[in-house]
């Protein structure tokens, strides 16, 4: 057996002819860009004027930080995260709860419900400038028809309500995930725990304080952290609904980074923002292991 | 005779059963609502009140997305705008998409696939290091490395080619495919290979004959999350390509923004041919895409 052991570990020629596609790739396409990325945002580029490109040092940053939209964007994008994760988190929870629950047919709703996640960002974009159109579109209608509101809402148009409308489509999109991860979770729920908490009286919502809350402590961390990450980097979500407006309303750091780079031509402060991204990144990734650590000391 | 548990317990469940139903609806309703917009009639689109049915069933959307007639687009009250119209271009936009995506997809998944059977059977100096750097790669939002990537094809002259978009795609898709692969090749026990190698097999006829095909469920999760994630990008798409020829969809069907007039029957048409093909993986699929979501391994 170890003789096999050490037969198998022997062929490195084969193993190392494997691994090498993906080092390879790895280093143009991942690791060359991101440093590179770095670099870029210590120097000033035009992609117009190339040959004019020279190191500036910190400038970039400084830029950045006595320009007041950054400072909006960086705001903007933690309220945007922020309410995002927390409707997610919360309705996350109440679906899987129902799924849980139901028995027959469980499969099909599982299916429906996990279908936002696939749509194209462009597509759902497309779907809300239409269905939240402010004249011709029927949540405006059935609002009004309703008598919910006496004059039509301007979803996109209104600072306040395109940033809500922003929120709605993260939260529509990405609910399923959480509902996923919670939903798995549940199904190892020991049910002695709910048999126990019946026979000592606790009622419904007892149950759920006392037995399931603390049941997916884990797992709810774990997700909100991941989501917490990818949401404050979200472009395209923002981006293909709003392009960051009305005005710059709803920007937040993905989208003032494209705009520096793309509409400014000012690469270098793209990168530079990028570069700031990818601090909080690391920050939430530090926080991320940390508690994983921490939950394998306490089990 | 029902007793007044049962009744307390059918209430319950009918309780359950209509909030599931309420949900779903809400869930769905953007989607059904663009596929009854997509089969009225102009007339009907802007019809008070709103029909949620078309009483009138029309396919003159996807005749005008799929024939690229010009007069559908100009039919609005707008004098037509001369030269090419989006509508023209639908469907080279969608057979770009269709290869853009199954290419990065599969190059992501050949690499991924040899480096997870080398990573979780060989030894070697660095190999524990290799998963955690690509758990790592896919935490990275593509906005930063985007510019860097695409400076790099302006020098290997690739920009405008779907070549670029390919290996656009392969960056962000290749980490996750690269997670997901190595933790389903570990969970493969070894001593079924080790009793093919005792017989006599090959290292190749091994990894073909018995790694592949119990690796293949893996396959399929990382290969959809890959098709997925190529099919929806925006970003890459918008800035590598200029000319309208080798556009994809995501960014093509935008264009059907420009203009004064916006013809939503068209759009809605367009976003529900685009949602097709992933829809038709994911039903398919579906007991796949959950495992894969078990294994954390989504980006989103």
Redesign the interface.
Known sequence: MRR?HA???S??A??????A??VV??IV??V???V??IR?AFYSYN?LRPDLSAFVGIANFEFLFSDPLFWDSLWQATVWTLLSILFQTILGVG?AM??H??LFGMAF????????????????A???R??FNPE?G?VN?SLL?SGIIREPVYWLSTPTMAMASTIMLNV?K?TP?VV??VL?RLQTVPLELYDAAKVDGAGFIRRFIDVTLPQLREVLIVVIVFRT??TF????EIY?LTKGGPGTSTFNL?VY??EQ??ASLR?GV??AT?VV??IM?LIG?IVYLRITKFGEEVR | MLTRKQLWRAARDALLYVSLCTVTFIVCFPLIWALSTSLKPKSEIFATPPTLVPRTLTFENYEALLTGRQQYYHSGPQTAPSGPTPAQFFTRWFVNSVIVTAGSTLISIVISTLAAYSLTRFRYWGRSVVPYFSLLGYMVPSIIFVFPLFLMMVRLELTDSLWSLIFGYVSITLPFCMWLMWAFMRSIPIEIEEAALIDGASRYQVFRQVVLPTALPGIIAASIFAMIVSWNDYLFGRVFINSLDNLTLTVGVMLFFEGTHVDWGLLMAASVLMTVPMAILFMALQRHLVAGFGAGAVKG
């Open positions: 096999l037969l198998l570990s062929d490195r084969v193993g190392l002819l494997f691994i596609p993906f790739t790895a396409f991942m060359y860009p991101v590179e990325a870029m992609p679906i129902l799924l629950r139901a709703f599982r299916g429906l419900l996990l279908f936002p996640y696939i749509v194209p960002t462009v597509v759902i497309l779907i809300w239409w269905i011709i029927v209608y028809a529509w990405y995930f996923i991860c798995a990450i990818w980097n979200k472009f395209e293909l993905a980074s494209f780079s793309m690469l793209g990168a990028g991204m990818m990144l990734s």
